[in-house]
């Protein structure tokens, strides 16, 4: 989402680093316990499962932690998970995606609800927001696994729709029934990515001040605390300016 990789940064520089890998661990392999049960536990045999292991790999949760949650899977005292999609405002009426997975509806539903409330946003009803977003495959890599062209000629052959190069790397843009193939085809060329996953890219987006971007942070970081939150997505725009200001 906008800005999301510098509020990354913000978190780390909070002193957040080992809680958040902790919770993205949990939250990577309830995603591949999900995937494995649904369909084939061979991630050869199963695109979903494959990407989920791929994304776990390249977030480095250790081996043994993904064949856990595989096997997990296969067990008879497996959870069954629901994946549900909530949708809301945020301050100045920022858009906001949650995807949860649960095995309790009405807690994640009270719970999601109740955090909206608390810091300054409204839970709206499905589909209020999502029109304002594309899903679409996203793969990034290091600015040094090549310039700009080669990996531009990499993601055209690979089947992709867009490639934005910076600084601090590569982002490869495709459809979301395209990913798995795109990734296959880009990891041949250019090697394993940093990150491949589905994700839901804002069409337009909201900019804020300092005041409403405090308070958007709080609530996304609240919303993320949540175990049965999977990812959290916002339409926000923020300024270097302001970003500054939220790091002091």
């Known amino acids: 989402m906008a800005g999301h990789s510098k509020w990354a940064n913000i978190q780390h520089r909070k002193g957040r680093q080992d809680a958040a890998r902790s919770k993205l661990f949990s939250k990577l392999a309830k995603e591949i316990t999900v995937a494995a049960k649904m369909g084939d536990p061979d991630p050869d045999k199963n695109p979903r499962l494959r990407l989920a ?11 043994d932690v993904i064949d856990r949650a595989i096997k997990k899977s296969q067990g008879g005292d497996a959870e ?22 649960t095995d309790n509806r009405n807690r994640t539903a009270s719970t999601v609800r109740s955090t909206f409330g608390k810091h300054g946003g409204n839970l709206g009803e499905t589909g209020s927001v999502a029109f304002m977003f594309d899903r679409k495959g996203q793969i ?21 729709e867009d490639v934005e190069s910076g600084e601090e790397g ?27 996953k589905l994700v839901w890219r804002p069409t337009t987006t909201t900019e804020l001040g300092l005041e409403d971007a ?32 939220l790091s002091a």
């Open 214 to 245: 405090q308070k958007l942070m709080k609530l996304i970081e609240a919303l993320e605390d949540d175990d049965d939150v999977q990812t959290v997505t916002s339409n926000f725009e923020i300024s270097d300016e302001v970003m500054e200001q």
């Open 80 to 101: 069954n998970y629901e994946e549900i999609r909530y949708e809301g405002y945020g301050p100045n009426g920022v858009a906001v995606i949650v995807e949860a997975m």
């Open 140 to 160: 990034t890599y290091p600015a040094d696994v090549g310039d700009e062209d080669t990996v531009m000629m990499a993601a055209i052959e690979a089947g992709a």
């Open 170 to 196: 590569h982002v490869v843009w495709c459809a979301d029934t395209d990913l798995n193939e795109v990734s296959t085809a880009l990891e041949a060329e250019l090697g394993e990515s940093e990150s491949t």
């Open 53 to 63: 292991v791929k994304e776990a790999k390249s977030q480095s949760v250790p081996k």
